[in-house]
Nanobody, 121 residues
Framework: QVQLVESGGGLVQAGGSLRLSCAAS????????MAWYRQAPGNQRELVAA???????NYADPVKGRFTISRDNAKNMVYLQMNSLRPEDTAVYYC???????????????WGQGTQVTVSS
């Protein structure tokens, strides 16, 4: 059973940066794609970025050019570097994992517990 644990959230001013981390354990060898999602109050959970084991990435339009997803396969880690943060980036950010890039962007079976990111204006 894959387990995901996020860290790195917090409070930051608009224009600032944060780096989220996600540690994976338990059967990570079966995971070929990982992603970050976010959910703001009153909104549906939305995909932020996804990455394959080989490093192919995909980003949602609102974060292109500001956020960077990366992974360290040796350490079973995935990261989300968030720059030029805006108040509308405020949300709970979730790490997700799946066997392939399509599944991780549509219905990932594995989720972390989430970490709060708050951007003040």
């Amino acid at each position: 059973q894959v387990q995901l644990v996020e860290s790195g959230g917090g409070l930051v001013q608009a224009g600032g940066s944060l780096r989220l981390s996600c540690a994976a354990s338990g059967g990570f060898f079966s995971i070929n794609a990982m992603a970050w999602y976010r959910q703001a109050p009153g909104n549906q959970r939305e995909l932020v970025a996804a990455i394959t084991r080989s490093g192919t990435t995909n980003y949602a339009d609102p974060v292109k050019g500001r956020f960077t997803i990366s992974r360290d396969n040796a350490k079973n880690m995935v990261y989300l570097q968030m720059n030029s943060l805006r108040p509308e980036d405020t949300a709970v950010y979730y790490c997700a994992a799946a066997q392939n890039i399509v599944l991780v962007q549509t219905a990932p079976p594995y989720w972390g517990q989430g970490t709060q990111v708050t951007v003040s204006s």
